[in-house]
C-alpha cells in the first residue's frame, strides 16, 4: 500500500498563522500525551515565531516549552523550523551562534530541523545544516526547504535544480514551501512530478496554505505526483491563512487506499481538544474571522494576502488608497529590479514598500529604503536572477561590488555569546539563556527579569510562612 504521511503542523504554524502564535503552553498541555499515540509524521511544534512569542507576549521560556513537550511526547519526532543564518528572526548571526542554537534545539528535545532561506541562497542554511549533522542522533533529521513562489526565473527546472543541491548537501528530506498559498493544483502536479524524476530518491515534503482556497486541491495532485509528506493541522485550527484538516485528509487519503498511519479515534480527540479553544479564541478576538476565509485576491494579483494588506495600510496612512491599483503595477517591477526574490518576510514587505514610494513619489527609486540599500550590497544573500545594474550602481557607486554575507558570518568570536554574558549577568543560568538574549535581547531580559523577581517573590513568601 502507497504510504503518504502527516506532519501536524497545529502547535506552531496553525496557531501562527490564525491566532498570531498566542496559544499558551497551558491550551495544549493536556492533549500532547494523546498526540503522542496517533501516529503522525512530526509534529511541528518550536521555531518560527514561537520563541518571540513565548518571551514577549506569554511569559514563557521558549526552551522549557519545548523540553515539556519533549517529555510528554516521548514516541513523536518534534519538528521545528528555522530561517538558516537568520535562526529565528531576520538578520544573520554569526556561525557559531548558529551551530550552538542547531545543538540546544536537538539536546532540548526536537528531531527534525527544517531549514530555509527566503532567497533560497542555500550558503545561507549550510551552517545549520552541519551543526544539524554534527549534533544529529538517531533520531535527527535535517530537512532542506525551498521557499516557493512563481515568477518567469523560477521554472520547474530551476526548482529541480535546488532540490539536486539540497540532496548534494546531504539533507535527509527536502521541503517546498508555500508560504502564501499560491501553488496551483497544476503546478503542483508538474513541479513534483518534475522533481521526482530528476532528483530520484528523497522524500519530498510539501508545505502549503489554504489562503487562496486551493491547498485541498493541490495536496491530492501532489500526492497523485508521488509527494511522501504533506503538513496538515487538526480540523478546528485549519483552512483559512493555516493548513488543511489533518482528519479531512485522513478521510480522503483511506478512500484512496493510501495510508497515512494515522489513528483515528485519536486524531478526533485532538480535534475534541482544540474545538473550544477555537471558540475561546474568536470570543476573545484573538481570531479574526477574515482569517478563516478564502483570499482570492493574492492569485488576481500574484502577491502573498499578507503583503496587499500591508501595501493597503500604508497607503491609507498617507493618505493615497487612489494609487493602490499603480502600486500593484509596479510591484513586478521592483521585484524584477532586485532579482524575482521569493516573496516572504521580510522580502514581501521590501517589495511591497518600494512599489508604494515609487509610485508615490512619481519617480521611480527617488527614496529608496534602507532595507532594499542592504540588499543591493549583499546582506541578504544572493538573488535568484542578476539584478538591475542600473539600480545597483545606483545604490553602490559606478563599479561598486556587492559583499559577501558569508564573510562576516563565517565570524567565529564567541563574542556574541559574551556580550549576552555580559549584558544577563546572574541573569542568565544557562546556555538557553544566553541563547534567547543573543535572538530577542530585549524580550529575553525582560523575560529573566521577571523570572527571578518571580523567584524572590516566592522566596520571601516562604520564609514568612516559616
Ligand atoms: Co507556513
Redesign the pocket.
Known amino acids: 500500500m502507497k504510504q503518504i504521511r502527516i506532519t501536524e503542523t497545529v502547535l506552531r504554524?496553525a496557531q501562527q498563522?490564525l491566532i498570531a502564535t498566542r496559544m499558551p503552553f497551558g491550551d495544549f498541555e493536556d492533549i500532547l500525551s494523546e498526540m503522542d499515540k496517533a501516529g503522525y509524521y512530526s509534529v511541528e511544534c518550536w521555531g518560527g515565531a514561537t520563541f518571540d512569542s513565548c518571551l514577549r507576549y506569554l511569559g514563557e521560556d521558549p526552551w522549557e516549552r519545548l523540553r515539556k513537550i519533549r517529555a510528554a511526547m516521548p514516541n513523536t519526532r518534534l519538528q521545528m523550523l528555522l530561517r538558516g543564518q537568520n535562526l529565528l528572526g531576520y538578520k544573520h548571526y554569526h556561525d557559531d551562534v548558529v551551530e550552538k542554537f542547531v545543538e540546544l534545539s536537538i539536546k532540548n528535545g526536537i528531531d527534525v530541523i527544517r531549514i530555509f532561506d527566503a532567497l533560497n541562497d542555500f550558503r545561507n542554511i549550510q551552517t545549520a545544516l552541519e551543526a544539524t549533522k554534527k549534533y544529529a542522533n538517531e533520531r535527527t533529521v535535517a530537512s532542506g526547504c525551498i521557499s516557493y513562489t512563481q515568477s518567469p526565473v523560477h521554472t520547474v527546472e530551476k526548482y529541480v535544480q535546488m532540490c539536486k543541491e539540497l540532496k548534494a548537501m546531504g539533507f535527509d528530506t527536502i521541503c517546498l514551501?508555500d508560504?502564501a498559498g499560491t501553488m496551483s493544483p497544476y503546478e503542483a502536479e508538474t513541479l513534483i512530478k518534475g522533481i521526482k524524476d530528476g532528483v530520484g530518491d528523497i522524500p519530498l515534503i510539501l508545505?502549503t496554505?489554504c489562503t487562496t482556497g486551493m491547498a485541498y486541491m493541490t495536496i491530492t495532485k501532489a500526492i497523485e505526483a508521488g509527494v511522501d509528506v504533506i503538513d496538515c493541522a487538526s480540523s478546528a485550527l485549519s483552512n483559512g491563512t493555516s493548513q488543511p484538516a489533518t482528519e479531512t485528509m485522513f478521510y480522503a487519503l483511506q478512500q484512496y487506499g493510501i495510508d497515512c498511519g494515522l489513528k483515528e479515534d485519536v486524531i478526533n480527540k485532538v480535534n475534541d481538544h482544540f474545538k473550544p479553544l477555537k471558540q475561546k479564541y474568536i470570543d476573545s478576538g484573538l481570531l479574526n474571522p477574515k482569517s478563516m476565509g478564502t483570499d482570492s485576491q493574492a492569485l488576481v494579483y500574484k502577491v502573498p494576502g499578507g503583503m496587499l494588506s500591508n501595501m493597503i495600510a500604508n497607503l491609507k496612512d498617507m493618505n493615497a488608497l487612489d494609487k493602490f491599483d499603480e502600486a500593484l503595477l509596479e510591484i513586478p517591477n521592483v521585484r524584477k529590479d532586485l532579482g524575482y526574490p521569493p516573496l516572504v518576510t521580510p522580502l514581501s514587505q521590501m517589495v511591497g514598500n518600494q512599489a508604494v514610494v515609487n509610485v508615490l513619489m512619481g519617480e521611480r527609486y527617488k527614496q529608496i529604503s534602507n532595507e532594499i540599500k542592504n540588499y543591493f550590497k549583499g546582506e541578504y544573500g544572493i538573488a535568484p536572477a542578476p539584478v538591475s545594474k542600473e539600480l545597483e550602481a545606483k545604490i553602490l557607486g559606478e563599479g561598486g561590488q556587492p559583499t559577501d554575507c558569508r564573510i562576516e558570518d563565517a565570524k567565529r568570536t564567541g563574542e556574541d555569546f559574551q556580550k549576552a554574558k555580559e549584558a544577563l549577568g546572574d541573569l542568565a543560568r544557562s546556555e538557553e539563556d544566553l541563547m534567547s538574549y543573543i535572538c530577542f535581547p530585549d524580550q529575553a531580559k525582560k523575560f529573566l527579569e521577571e523570572r527571578k523577581a518571580k523567584e524572590e517573590n516566592v522566596c520571601t513568601y516562604t520564609i514568612e510562612e516559616a
Open positions: 504554524d498563522s514551501k508560504m508545505h496554505h
